[in-house]
C-alpha cells in the first residue's frame, strides 16, 4: 500500500468588529505506511552469549566464550590458552579494554565480528575456532543491510489562531498563533522521506522510535502588517499643505513581519554502543528527574551554555573486579544538578537509555524574528513615479542559536558553540514609467 495523508479540520470566524476578523481553527493529519529503513544486519549479542560473556569479563572474571573463540589467537600480549585467557587478552589489549569499560558491548561484538587481529583475516576471529560466519549479524558479507518499507506513521493536531485587520484608516495586517503537536516513528514524520540520518536505537523494539519529529514547534506566532503614513492630499495631516510639502510627507509607509518560534525537540544522547555499533542513536539513563523549565540561553565569559544547572562530569568508576587497566579506560560522563545528585547516566550494556528521544518539554532556543521595511513613492510627472525603499532583516540584530550539545559525554555538553542571523540593511530605488 502507498503512504497516504488523512487531514482534518474544522474552523469558526467571526467578524468582531469592522474590518476585523477572528478565526480559530482545529487543524489535524495523520500518515499512515510511511516510509520506513530497517537495520538487518544488527549486531546480536543476546542469543550467542556475548551479552553475557561481556558482562562476565567487565566484572574481572573469565568467560568460558571468549576462550573457546579465541584459543590459540595471539591478541595484544596474550596468545589465549597458553599465557592468559580470551577475556583477560580483551582486558588488556588497548582496543577493547576502553569498550569493556565504558559498557560498549555491541563495539565489542562488532569487533570479534570483522576484526583481522591475530588472524590476517577479517573475521578470523570467529572462524578460527569453527564459530559460524554469521554468529554476530546475520550477513556478515555486507556491512549493512537494510528493508525499505512503509510500516511508519506520525499524527499531527493543532490549534491555531488568526486575526485578520483589513485596510482601513491606513492599516492592514494579520497575527496568527499555533499550538501543535507532532508526532512520528521517524524523524522526518512525512509520507516521501524517511529517517535516514540515524539508526534504529533498537531493531527489536521499533517503538523506541516514536517521538516529537524533528520540524515540531510547540508554540509559532507569527504577525505581518502595512501602515501608509497620513500625510499628504486627502490624508488626515497636512492635506493643505504646499504642493512642494505634499511630495516631500506624501506616499510613505512603514510594514513589519514578526515572528517567534519555540525550539525543536531535543534528545539527550550517548555515543557508548550499548546496544549496537552501527551508527545508533542511543540515549542516557534517566535517575533522577530533570529540572523545571530546562532550557534557557546563557551567555558565560567566552561561552554561551543551555542548560544552567546541568553539568557533566566524570561517573563513579565500577569495580571491574579489581583490574586497574580496565579502570584506567574508564571515560563514562554522568550529568548532575547543581547540587551534585547524578541525573543522567550511560545506559547498561545490553540496553538503550531509557529516556525517549525528541522530549516533550525539553526544547531548544527559541527564534525571534523582526523584519521592517520603509518606502516612500512620490509622483513626478502624471504616468511617473519614484520609489525608494529600505529593507532591514533582523532589526533586533537578536542571534539565532544553534542548538546545544546534548551528548553527555562531550565536553562540550550543554553548551552552544554558533549561531547565525546577523542584521542585514538594504536600500534599493526604482523609477517607475
Known amino acids: 500500500m502507498v503512504p497516504y495523508i488523512q487531514n482534518w479540520n474544522l474552523s469558526v470566524q467571526q467578524e468582531l468588529v469592522r474590518n476585523v476578523t477572528l478565526e480559530v481553527r482545529y487543524v489535524g493529519s495523520k500518515g499512515t505506511k510511511l516510509r520506513s529503513v530497517k537495520e538487518l544486519n544488527t549486531i546480536n549479542i543476546f ?6 560473556a561481556f558482562n562476565i569479563t567487565r566484572a574481572g572474571r573469565d568467560a568460558p566464550l571468549f576462550d573457546a573463540m579465541l584459543n590459540g589467537i595471539t591478541i595484544g600480549s596474550i596468545t589465549v590458552g597458553r599465557n592468559g585467557s580470551g577475556s583477560e587478552a580483551l582486558r588488556r589489549f588497548a582496543t577493547t579494554n576502553q569498550w569493556i569499560a565504558n559498557g560498549e558491548a555491541a563495539n565489542l561484538a562488532n569487533f570479534l565480528n570483522s576484526s583481522s587481529t591475530g588472524t590476517g583475516q577479517n573475521g578470523g576471529l570467529l572462524r578460527r575456532n569453527g564459530f559460524p560466519e554469521n554468529f554476530i549479524v546475520v550477513n556478515p558479507q555486507f556491512g549493512a543491510l ?44 512525512n509520507a516521501n522521506t524517511s529517517d535516514t540520518t540515524s539508526s534504529e536505537r533498537d531493531a527489536r523494539n521499533r517503538q523506541l522510535q516514536k517521538g516529537l519529529v524533528t520540524f515540531h514547534r510547540t508554540h ?8 501608509e503614513l497620513p500625510f499628504g492630499p486627502n490624508r488626515l495631516l497636512l492635506a493643505a499643505a504646499p504642493g512642494w510639502v505634499h511630495r516631500l510627507v506624501e506616499g510613505w509607509n512603514v510594514s513589519g513581519i514578526f515572528s517567534w518560534n519555540s525550539g525543536q525537540p531535543l534528545s539527550f544522547t550517548t555515543t557508548r554502543r550499548t546496544l549496537d555499533s552501527r551508527g545508533n542513536i542511543n540515549t542516557p539513563d534517566l535517575i533522577g528527574a530533570l529540572p523545571a523549565g530546562l532550557g534557557n540561553v546563557r551567555r558565560g565569559d567566552g561561552f554561551v551554555e543551555f542548560f544552567e544547572g546541568l553539568s557533566a562530569r566524570r561517573g563513579p568508576t565500577p ?21 551534585g545528585n547524578i541525573i543522567l547516566q550511560n545506559p547498561q550494556p545490553g540496553t538503550a537509555g531509557n529516556l525517549g528521544l525528541a522530549l516533550s518539554g525539553v526544547e531548544g532556543p527559541s527564534r ?35 542548538s546545544p550539545n546534548t551528548d553527555i559525554n562531550n565536553a562540550l555538553f550543554g553548551r552552544i558553540t554558533g549561531a547565525g542571523g546577523t ?4 536600500i534599493n530605488a526604482r523609477i517607475d514609467f
Open 146 to 189: 537494510q528493508l525499505h518499507g512503509n510500516d511508519d506513521n506520525s499524527t499531527y493536531h493543532s490549534l491555531q489562531t488568526s486575526l485578520r485587520k483589513r485596510l482601513s484608516q491606513g492599516f492592514s495586517g494579520e497575527f496568527n498563533y499555533t499550538w501543535s503537536r507532532a508526532l512520528g516513528n521517524s524523524a522526518a514524520g
Open 319 to 339: 569495580d571491574f573486579g579489581g583490574n586497574t587497566t580496565v579502570a584506567g579506560r574508564f571515560s563514562n560522563n554522568v550529568v548532575v544538578d547543581s547540587a
Open 423 to 426: 542584521r542585514t540593511i538594504t
Open 368 to 402: 525571534l524574528g523582526l523584519d521592517m521595511a520603509l518606502q516612500k513613492r512620490t509622483r513626478l510627472t502624471e504616468g511617473t513615479t519614484f520609489t525608494i525603499r529600505a529593507d532591514a532583516v533582523n532589526v533586533l540584530n537578536r542571534p539565532i542559536w544553534n
Open 47 to 52: 542469543e550467542n552469549g556475548i551479552l553475557d
Open 220 to 227: 509559532s506566532f507569527k504577525s505581518h502588517g502595512t501602515y
